[in-house]
């Protein structure tokens, strides 16, 4: 059984972790425990002074020992004595804000239960149980449904909560995390994942100090500034070793992580949508429902932890026929011609691919209404005929011809004044009324938290994939929203805008997605400005980033890795010099860099000398051969390209029998020592044999001494060792 109750203490396991938790005997819930699994019940760690200032709930009575700004809470309350951050804030009629949650029921439920309009881990019922515990603020009848999915063989638990009016007079809710995790023993640090457009995802591990530290975006989308990913860790926890505690917000807008560590030296984690861009009105009767958070706790190091992420995001979060198929290798235009293209050139880049095994052409921006530059047509989803003078399904049919697929690129979300959507529907764009809006690469967001705005949107998108074969599509937002204002809500409902707009983008994908079952999605933000587990649920890959430079994207994928499987990691090779950077790296290592994800090309194959266009016809026979291993394997980090002079990564097939070393040595220096590399997941009794030199190593030295890195003669110098287990 994943979840036991016994004498009002909750205990949820799964097959390396206890989470403990207890309604005490004036019904507050307390947490007890999340940590290595044990039979004890963790109560006993609970021993708290009078500390003064810390106020006791009315019902204490004399007991100025019991406080609830001191003890370790499963859900805390604004307004009731507990001065840390909170994961709650309602407000009332009568203008006050407080809710004395209290323990009224619970139920334990088979499967792993889903959230109405919002993306989450699903489970078979023999996979997952749900934990439903109900605390009710007594004087307002305002509840809040914890609920706990726990997935024993995952050795996840998910959290998400539902705050239901069950009063008569309307509230206002203005803080719901998904997440509160309170921490009362132990010194922890933080890892968060900040960055900008064309550098995400750089990981930050930093001491926590007194007081609340925190990272959140406000931009509408999860954000390419940081990632609603968050890592608290034990001082000295390294990839192999020690305790950390990984979360993931399974949303795409506006989030906020926050970490206090308080006067006793406790700590709380908060997470969830966020509150400074939030608030919702709830009538008697009505539930708001929280967005999930996805908890996994290692004993073993960070890597233990992104091999429980990698599995559950590419297993259970991932849906439809792609998300374990092999994926198409794609060649996208975006880099190749920009804007400046028609239907002669995409054939002949086609063409050109065709002939080296690429599987699909994608058509990216440029192809629709006069757009001939970024300022103009966005909203307007209609052949441009200039370019395509045939239309769309004449040009898929030559391609399919030529044996490859089809992909086609939109921005839905978006609207350039210079289009006929906004000549005809200027109110359908955000802005508040009677001030200029904010301009993002020239365009405006359309308020898609309107069903007519979202009906023309479904339809559009509908209407492009209806009318040809198109296999694909790449879903993009280029800029951060801004303008928060919907004619159709009323002024107290216009902060619900940042969370109504997610909301209107999962119904237009899940819509979509229903619909075109064999359209493989790919998310995209300015590359990696969305890249969560929310958009994970309808795109089983995310176009990871803008920056195509091979030897930086060694730098952001490894900060994608903590929490995100290869597979989910949209990744290219690009002409050079770089089109970010101006770096040249020879194309194998640019090879070896883009094979960490959903590999593909974005330049003109036809620009490629012969030896270079044979180094990609190996790259894909490369990539055809060892994509399960890459999607299917354990990923191991075997570097950390922040600190040293090579990036250094390994796929391990789960029976351990098969391996796969990439990566890149940075720079060449004079009187090189060529360092070994240790490997690891391997069997130790097993012998491995190299298939590039026939070498034979038992696991145990590949672990203990390493593989010798090539010798590096220039910079960039690509790091490829494939070896198998030996018959015995
Ligand atoms: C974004 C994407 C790019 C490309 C352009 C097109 O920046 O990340 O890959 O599609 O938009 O405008």
Redesign the pocket.
């Known amino acids: 059984m994943a979840v036991r109750i016994e004498n009002e203490t909750f205990y949820l396991e799964t097959e390396n972790t206890l989470y403990q938790m207890k309604a005490d005997c004036r019904g507050v819930l307390k947490h007890l425990w999340y940590g290595a699994k044990t039979r004890q019940d963790m109560e006993y760690l609970l021993d708290y002074p009078d500390v003064a200032f810390s106020g006791n709930p009315y019902d204490a009575g004399e007991d100025r020992t019991y406080s609830l700004d001191t003890m370790p809470l499963e859900y805390a309350a604004e307004g009731v004595g507990d001065y840390r951050i909170s994961a709650v804030s309602v407000c009332h009629e009568n203008g006050s804000c407080v809710l004395d949650l209290r323990y009224e029921s619970c139920r334990i439920v088979p499967g792993k239960y889903s959230i109405p309009g919002l993306p989450a881990v699903y489970a078979g019922e023999n996979e997952a149980q749900t934990l439903e515990i109900t605390l009710r603020d007594a004087v307002s009848g305002v509840c809040v449904i914890l609920k706990y999915g726990v997935l024993p063989e995952y050795d996840v638990i998910t959290r998400s909560a539902v705050i239901v009016n069950g009063g008569k007079q309307p509230v206002t809710v203005n803080r719901a995390h998904s997440l509160c995790l309170d921490i009362p023993y132990g010194q922890w640090e933080w890892i968060h994942f900040h960055g900008r457009h064309l550098q995400e995802r750089v990981p930050e591990r930093r001491p926590l100090l007194h007081g609340i530290q925190q990272s959140s975006s406000g931009r509408g989308t999860s954000s390419h500034q940081q990632n609603p990913t968050v890592l608290l860790c034990r001082k000295g926890c390294t990839e192999t070793d020690g305790a950390c505690i990984g979360a993931a917000l399974v949303y795409s807008g506006c989030f906020q992580t926050q970490i206090e560590y308080d006067q006793l030296n406790q700590t709380r984690l908060v997470m969830g949508i966020h509150p400074e861009l939030f608030c919702w009105e709830l009538a008697p009767g009505e539930s708001f429902y929280a967005p999930e958070v996805i908890l996994s706790l290692s004993d073993t190091g960070f890597e233990t932890l992104s091999h429980r992420f990698h599995r559950i995001i590419r297993e259970r979060v991932c849906r439809g026929k792609h998300k374990l198929a092999e994926r198409p290798i794609l060649i996208?235009n975006?880099?190749a011609t920009?804007f400046d293209f028609n239907e002669d050139k995409l054939l002949k880049i086609a063409e050109g691919a065709a002939g080296l095994g690429v599987d699909m052409l994608v058509m990216?921006?440029?192809w629709f209404g006069r757009r001939n530059h970024?300022d103009v047509s966005l909203g307007d989803w209609n052949v441009n005929a200039a370019k395509l003078p045939n239309g769309l399904g004449r040009l898929v049919e030559r391609v399919n011809a030529m044996g490859m697929d089809f992909g086609i690129?939109f921005?839905p979300e978006m609207i350039s004044e210079d289009s006929e959507l906004y000549r005809t529907h200027p109110e359908w764009a955000l802005r508040i009324p009677e001030r200029n809006p904010v301009r993002g690469?020239h365009q405006l967001v359309l308020d898609i938290t309107r069903p007519d705005v979202r009906d023309y949107l479904v339809g559009a998108v509908s209407r492009i994939l209806q009318s040809a074969n198109i296999a694909y599509v790449?879903w993009?937002f280029?800029r951060s929203a801004s303008d928060w204002y919907s004619a159709l809500l009323s002024a107290e409902r216009q902060r619900e805008m940042p969370h109504r707009f997610v909301l209107g983008l999962y119904d237009m994908l899940e819509r979509l997605t229903q619909a075109f079952p064999n359209v493989l999605f790919e998310g995209?933000?300015?590359?990696g400005g969305r890249f969560d587990a929310g958009i994970l649920y309808y795109c089983p890959q995310i176009?990871c980033s803008?920056d195509t430079d091979a030897y930086e994207r060694t730098h952001i994928q490894y900060g994608t890795s903590f929490f995100y499987p290869v597979s989910s990691v949209g990744s290219h090779v690009s002409a050079v010099p770089n089109h970010q950077t101006g770096r040249s790296i020879p194309i194998r290592g640019r090879g070896v860099t883009a094979m960490a994800g959903s590999f593909g090309y974005?330049l003109d194959v036809n620009r490629l000398t012969e030896e270079e266009k044979e180094e990609v016809r190996a790259q894909i026979r490369a990539f055809k051969e060892f994509g399960p291993l890459i999607h299917n394997g354990k990923y191991f980090r075997l570097s950390n390209p922040f600190e040293e002079n090579v990036a250094a990564w390994a796929y391990v097939s789960e029976d351990g029998r098969q391996v796969l070393v990439q990566g890149m040595i940075f720079h060449a220096e004079p009187n090189m020592l060529r360092s070994p590399l240790c490997l690891r997941g391997l069997e130790p009794g097993k012998r491995y044999r190299s298939r590039e030199d026939g070498a034979v190593y038992t696991g145990r030295a590949l672990m203990d001494a390493g593989i010798l890195l090539p010798k590096a003669w220039g910079d960039y110098v690509p790091v490829e060792c494939y070896m198998e287990a030996v018959e015995e």
């Not at 995209?524 to 590359?527: F, K, S, T």
Request: charged share 50%; net charge negative.
């Open positions: 996208n975006w880099e920009y990216d921006d440029g970024d690129w921005e690469r790449k993009d280029n995209c933000c300015g590359g176009w803008d974005e």
